[in-house]
């Protein structure tokens, strides 16, 4: 194997190999979850492509800073690698501040001098001007990668403003509290803590975007008999402020109003049929707010 096909190695394997992790990770989050339930199809391409097309424009404009360096004597391995992780719009704004010359070898003492030098530095040789083309070159060589980086752009600012733009109109999102697919929101939530474990799905919130529903999917197995225990406190409670617990399972959807419990919830589950129930908190305003919630 030659010197050409070795350097090309790592990204033959690096490539699929990362994109084989983007793929697998999309795949592990849709069994993981309910999928993109509740979701158009339209929003996890979009940012997939947003993903692959950004990694595109960093792999092409590194591909080109290699290049580069490798003709000013640099070290063409550190620079890529810098531009790649740092974007391109970052990593080459630092390159192009900190690029050295283009150099040549003195013919005499061998020492490194910059093209544009009439003499050697080290030992005062006259340098003889044997290419003038390469002062002219110099910015325009490797162009595929530069247009290949500018293309990948283009299309990762696509992507970007076309999931942004269908976020921003809730096109093809579910934000439905009562829906049986899965309810999408598009604020925010700051948690101390969510975790489900042996059953016990336990929440700790200081404060959400107005309506933020976070759910739990949990099962029912002897409707009959089973119920569903609830043990929540709002610490801060502003005028008109509340939090809603829904149970919501096909045609069937529960609002209960837990904003102020005395004491823990004890509700029947006799309305329901076995299988998944999607356990939901609606926050509306209520802030600094533990819960535990479990069908026992």
Not at 282 to 295: M, P
Request: hydrophobic fraction near 45%.
């Amino acid at each position: 194997m030659n010197n050409a096909n070795k350097n090309k190695l790592p990204l033959y394997i690096g490539i699929p190999v990362i994109l084989l992790l983007i793929f697998l990770r999309f795949g592990l989050y849709f069994l993981k979850s309910d999928g993109f339930s509740g979701l158009s199809m339209l929003f996890p391409i979009l940012l997939l492509c947003l993903i692959l097309f950004t990694l595109c424009t960093s792999a092409f404009f590194a591909a080109w800073v290699y290049q580069d360096c490798k003709k000013r004597c640099d070290d063409p391995v550190l620079w890529a690698v810098v531009v790649f992780i740092t974007t391109p719009f970052i990593g080459l704004l630092i390159y192009f501040l900190r690029r050295s010359e283009i150099k040549t070898v003195c013919p005499a003492c061998k020492h490194w001098v910059s093209i544009k030098a009439k003499y050697c530095e080290e030992c005062g040789t006259h340098i003889e001007k044997e290419d003038n083309n390469i002062m002219v070159k110099q910015g325009t060589h490797h162009l595929k990668f530069i247009v290949a980086g500018i293309i990948s752009m283009v299309l990762m600012i696509a992507c970007l403003t076309g999931f942004i733009f269908n976020a921003a109109t809730k096109n093809g999102i579910n934000t439905n509290v009562a829906s049986n697919d899965r309810v999408w929101n598009l604020g925010t939530i700051s948690m101390d803590y969510n975790a489900y474990m042996d059953n016990v799905w336990k929440l700790g919130f200081k404060s959400a975007s107005e309506g933020f529903v976070k759910e739990q999917n949990m099962t029912v197995e002897t409707p009959d008999t089973q119920i569903l225990y609830a043990d929540i406190s709002c610490g801060t409670v502003p005028d008109g402020a509340t939090l809603v617990l829904w149970l919501v399972q096909g045609d069937i959807a529960k609002s209960i109003d837990v904003t102020n419990l005395s004491k823990p919830l004890k509700y029947p589950l006799n309305e329901f049929k076995n299988g998944k129930v999607h356990v939901r908190l609606q926050i509306n305003g209520v802030k600094n707010t533990a819960s535990k919630i479990y069908i026992q």
